[in-house]
């Protein structure tokens, strides 16, 4: 069997190819790696049985390439893939996953999106405030904005609607906000220093790729979330953790705080998880829930990728029976594990 990985010497620390790599050689797998920008990489993966690439939402040569060149490798060549399709055409995209959430009847927060500006500025004149605005784009509460007034929305509108807004404007790009990151990766870095470390590479920042226009989408604001419930499901593998808001914030994405007490994780909350992905065919999907007033699980947003060190920390997962199985894993020898069973289905016909 030989599997293509896409992986590069510049890869940052938080890529899931690091493992996969490994994970796949340890099970006998011929490994070709390459970089998928290379202009002739169908050929090179020709003859492949299976190909992988994980992309970054803020990597733009990423983004634009990924779609593209993972369309052709999984209906072109006809080999599996990881993410496929399935998995993967409403990755960074929220509006994608609103008309998504429709289609499938999934618990979602209430969400509106508007393609008209007429139609959004009648809106934001009869909603109830606060009310949350999200660009289609972004992780880690970047593009994200609470909006307390109408005044405050019809600024944002006027916007979106005109000259629109780059991705990580709203709340990542201000002086503030990149103060903050930059005096933190330094606090970080000379922490490892002391401690004789190298110090780990950072995620890049959103790059400027691309203008946020002609669209609007909001979600209902939902207070008294100290935190939100975090599940990652793997095939047969649902992780769970809880992630606290940031300090006086009530977003918790990117907090980095979390806890993986299974006690804290709601079974519903596994039960819904667990029923989209195997009803979608999704090979790897985090999913985040807020509580609504009535204290019923709401689905905010999807991914196919996260992070991998918080998935590692769980103590275990629940299996779609909901049955708990001791132990940790890291994501990457899951999805392993599964991709190549895949393969293996698709050698069989």
Partial sequence: MKIAVHHTPDAHAYSLSRRWIPELEKRGVDVLVLDFHVPDIIEKVRGCDGAMWHWFHN?????????????????????????????????????????LFQAINAPNIPSWVFWNYEEALDFVGQCAYPIILKLAIGAG????????????????????????????????????ARLRGELSH????????????????????????????SYAYF?????????????TVIGNRAFGFIRHN???????????????NPRNVPEEA??????????????????????????????????YCYVNKAVYECPGHWDANLEWHEGQMWPEEAQVEDFIEAVNRERRV
């Fill in 59 to 99: 990597v733009r040569k990423d983004k634009l390439a990924a779609p593209r060149i993972l369309h052709a490798i999984e209906f072109g060549l006809r080999i599996p893939v990881l993410p496929n399709l399935s998995s993967r055409w409403h990755y960074d995209d929220k509006v994608a996953q609103y008309y």
């Fill in 141 to 176: 509460s970047a593009n994200v904005l609470k909006l307390d007034s109408q005044k405050q929305a019809e600024k944002t509108l006027r916007k979106l609607f005109g000259g629109g807004l780059q991705p990580g404007e709203l709340n990542w790009f201000s002086r503030r």
């Fill in 186 to 213: 330094l606090r970080a870095a000379c922490i490892q220093a002391v401690k004789g470390g190298v110090p780990q590479k950072r995620v890049p920042r959103p790059e400027r790729y691309s203008t946020e226009r």
């Fill in 219 to 231: 979600q209902q604001f939902l207070p008294g979330n100290p935190h939100d419930i975090r599940i």
């Fill in 246 to 260: 940031r300090p006086g914030d009530f977003r918790a994405s990117g907090s980095g705080n979390w806890d993986v």
């Fill in 270 to 303: 596994v039960r819904i998880a667990h029923g989209i992905s195997g009803a979608n065919g999704f090979q790897s999907m985090a999913y985040d829930f807020l509580r609504s007033p009535d204290g019923k699980l709401l689905i905010s947003e999807i991914s």
